[in-house]
């Protein structure tokens, strides 16, 4: 939907006059050409729904509760995301609660999309309509929100094309906004005000976080297209309501009028619906709540379309003892009308069950059968050869088995055009296999990973050391990895110990081999274990440390330069260190609870700390921590902040107000003017001829949030994502790559791990710029642009102050100085005269000496020499204790 909205040239030409001055407004900056892809994992989350087009072959689309939607590509074996243009703005847009795809014309595509329907999402949702099966989108916004990750989700599907007149769509809404219509193509929408019951369902009612009090609403549309003809709406259609006494409504004068479906089933919501135009029979699979991770109970019903009779066909009955799960996962063999399989929506124990009928439920038979306990049978086998993480690393006693089949099964689909091909997904992953007839023959069927190129992980840490291997991640849900090969899935997670989530890495910068990770587990579960480990061999095994007690959560950890050391500030545990693998750990004084800790990456004895808009330092390994003189800095608690390797004291800190530097151990931090939101900073690679690391940023520059690079220390940026490649909200975890230039790793919140690469050529180019307001240039990138304008003789130099941030007895301010003339400069300098009491108290990018109010400036060793034309700058923090005006003019003398 959001198209590049600034060619190259146009934002090139903005870089002539900013992306050169060093602290200067980047309010817009050159781009810079990447290829971006996902660091494999294959999977990793909940896929709610898998959805076959009934008439064109190989057109299958998955949609998950976080990282967007997808469609499949036969020849690749693979999935394409599609949602990847979706940017902070619209973040929630990632969560998608139903997609619908086009019987008629198979180009279109649509998508329900919204993450929360309380406040943790401050945006309403959207119906995404698409002409060329998801390339490209536009949008319509709705006056509510959606749920793509909330209670509920995996019921289904709300979204619904008219098989016999495609203009015509359905959308059941949660929380008492009811069914809506459109009538030409999704574009604009209207509430179905005849429909009588939007659902009164929640899992819990009084929940104070708005979520478990979430009510699903409408689920499901279910149109029967013989109810007209092709050209005419359908007359009837069926309609799912997560209402435990009404769950099923219909109409047979295309939506103008609904009622109650008489006769049917009470006490359990209808997951699923489904039609079997064949025989006549509409399936519905019920459960006793909205999942998708609970639901004790349930049933299967028939219903003839003909007499209006319900017949229940359960292969389990609710009232049976032996029913210990709902159902949900509903399918029909398009190719064998009267077949159909059903899931166990959750069955946690020993595993999840699917079960077969191929005489419309009358009978069925089992994926899985007890024969003497502990001990079953399998109709089934699993090679997660491609995915092997899937087996968790554990070693289950039976009846149990690892890989397990599933759980959180919302979604079965058996191929419209391929009775051997069934789909399905879990937790985890999707699972699929291509030889499902073997079941009704008596042999075995082969599930399979069917899940490449789908990345569902949320990302809370990346580290890529100097040495070893290139990247080591840290993931919700399934701990994380050690990343040999990017394009290779890892063979397991992090074991030995495991954690849930891992919610922080770090390894010694001079010491690589040493690493830290500190993470969550229901510590019920586990009650001796640790949440922190070690390693000394770059991640590839783990061992745990003791622990403080009371620790519950991970919270963040940092190693020391050398390894010797580490200062952990578990959540809601003050900070402690530990000499050594954390065989004893001693309490931290000085940094509160809830402080970032990093490491100084030179000084071992040196740690750093961030909490409520204070920066802490230790220069005795972690025993102790003072709050440096630091002021003006982000408030909020999730900034991230990281010291550079190399340089001791050298610090970056990125936070809700912008991105800030220090040069001394985070005494004094200097503000970056025009960025003015930044999510992380992270280091990689000097560029070819540079000293300093390449710096990679998300953050917010004349309005765009993006990925950003700087060659040059932070002077200048490019951005190196596009408009296309968004990825929600991106950037909780950020590095680059100490060994590949311009090689960054970018985290999401469900969109797995970029990496991206630099495709142009070295940067290097020579924009132009006319003296007319049009301006032409070479639509490459620069790291150092040199900028030709019709030049006066000579040598000559203007300097323009830029007034920055100011506080109470302080203020920040830049200088920008451009060459005037025809000749380049060797060397320049500037003067002015302050009107108050000002005093220069730090100066960055030159030599500058004050006598009074009077200040001279001359150029650093590496900014002397500038171009006609061309510009650099420096920059300055003062204080002052009356008022803090401009100098009135500035002198720059050229050389």
Known sequence: MRKALLSLIAITAVLIVTAVVRMAPVSAVAADPYAFKN???????????????????????????IGGAYRWNESAKSWKPLLDWVGWDKWGWNGVVSMATDPVDTGRVYAAVGMYTNDWDPNNGAILRSTNKGDSWQATELPFKLGGNMPGRGMGEALAVDPNKNNVLYFGTPNGNGLWRSTDYGATWAKVASFPNPGNYAQDPSDPNGYLSHRPGVVWVTYDPRSSSAGSATRTIYVGVADKDNTVYRTTDAGATWERVAGQPTGYIAHKGVLDTENGHLFIATSDTGGPYDGAKGDVWRYATATGTWTQVSPVPSSSADDYFGYSGLTLDRQDPGTLMVATQISWWP??????????????TRVWDWTSYPNRSF???????????????????????TPKLGWMTESLEIDPFDSDRMMYGTGATIYGTEDLTQWDSGGQFTIKPMVKGLEETAVLDLVSPPSGAPLVSALGDIGGFRHTNLDAVPPMMFTSPG????????????NPAVMVRAGNFTDADRPNDSHVAFSTDGGANWFQGGEPGGINEGGTVAAAADGSRFVW??????????????????????????????????????????????FYVSTNGGATFTATAATGLPAEGNAHFKALPGKEGDVWLAGGTGLFHSTDSGASFAKLPGITSAV??????????????ALYAVATTGGVTGLYRSDDAGSSWVRINDDEHQWGNMGEALTGDPRVYGRVYLGTNGRGIIYGDRTGPEPTITPTVTVTPTVTVTP????????TVTPTTGKACTATYQPGNQWPGGFQAGVTVKNTGASALAGWKVTW????????????????????????????????????????????????????TAPAALTCTAS
């Open 833 to 884: 005269t302050f009107p108050g009491d000002q005093r220069i108290t730090q100066l960055w990018s030159g030599a500058h000496t004050q006598t009074g109010t009077a200040v001279s400036v001359t150029n650093a060793g590496y900014n002397g020499a500038v171009q006609p034309g061309a510009s650099t700058s420096f920059g300055f923090n003062g204080s002052y204790s009356g008022s803090n």
């Open 39 to 65: 660091v494999r994992i294959d999977g990793g989350g909940f896929v709610p729904a898998v959805l076959f087009n009934p008439t064109e072959r190989d057109l299958v689309y998955a949609r998950t509760d």
């Open 680 to 693: 992380n900073i992270g280091f990689g690679k000097a560029a070819p001829g540079a000293s300093y690391q």
């Open 379 to 401: 109709r089934y086998k699993m090679d997660v050869s491609a995915v092997p993480w899937l087996t968790f690393g554990t070693n289950p006693q039976p009846p149990e088995v």
């Open 499 to 510: 954690f849930t989530s891992t919610t922080s890495l770090d390894y010694a910068e001079k």
């Open 569 to 614: 500030a578990p959540k809601g545990v003050a900070p402690h260190y530990s000499v050594g693998y954390g065989n004893s750990w001693q309490q931290a004084q000085g940094l509160p609870t809830g402080a970032v800790v990093e490491s100084d990456r030179v000084n071992p004895m040196k740690f750093y700390g961030f909490a409520a808009g204070r």
């Open 780 to 787: 490459t990138v620069t790291v150092t642009p040199t900028v």
């Open 351 to 364: 595993d999840v069950i699917f079960f077969r009928s191929t005489d419309s439920g009358a009978t069925w």
